[in-house]
């Protein structure tokens, strides 16, 4: 069983930056896609970023946040992060980590939210 602990949220002026940070335990993840969903207050939770296992053979963004985000991971230390720059008020949401040993292939299977592990999530909360 994995879990799956998400930190480095929190309330950022518009045009700011933070690094969300998510820390696999309980099984090694190095061969797990892994991903970063997100869900504001009335809304339905969606797709911000996701990286295969080896973080080379795709990287995947919602375009809401391409080219302001990056997502990137460690094998050896079992650890995802969100790298979250120029932020906008309407990026605040909770951010949700997810993992899944399944296999995948293309931003169409990527986006979707059907992960066996979530983590319990992250406020990130950006002020205009």
């Known amino acids: 069983q994995v879990q799956l602990v998400e930190s480095g949220g929190g309330l950022v002026q518009a045009g700011g930056s933070l690094r969300l940070s998510c820390a696999a335990s309980?099984?090694?993840?190095?061969?797990?896609?892994m991903a970063w969903f997100r869900q504001a207050p009335g809304k339905e939770r969606e797709f911000v970023a996701a990286?295969?296992?080896?973080?080379?053979?795709?990287?995947y963004y919602a375009d809401s946040v391409k080219d302001r985000f990056t997502i990137s991971r460690d094998n050896a230390e079992n650890t995802l992060w969100l790298q979250m720059n120029s932020l906008k008020p309407e990026d605040t949401a909770v951010y949700y980590c997810?993992?899944?040993?399944?296999?995948?292939?293309?931003?169409?299977?990527?986006?979707?939210?059907?992960?066996?592990?979530w983590g319990q999530g992250t406020q990130v909360t950006v002020s205009s």
């Open positions: 990286i295969s296992w080896s973080g080379w053979s795709g990287r």
């Open positions: 997810a993992a899944d040993a399944g296999w995948c292939s293309g931003y169409g299977c990527y986006q979707r939210p059907t992960y066996d592990y």
């Open positions: 309980g099984h090694t993840v190095s061969s797990y896609r």
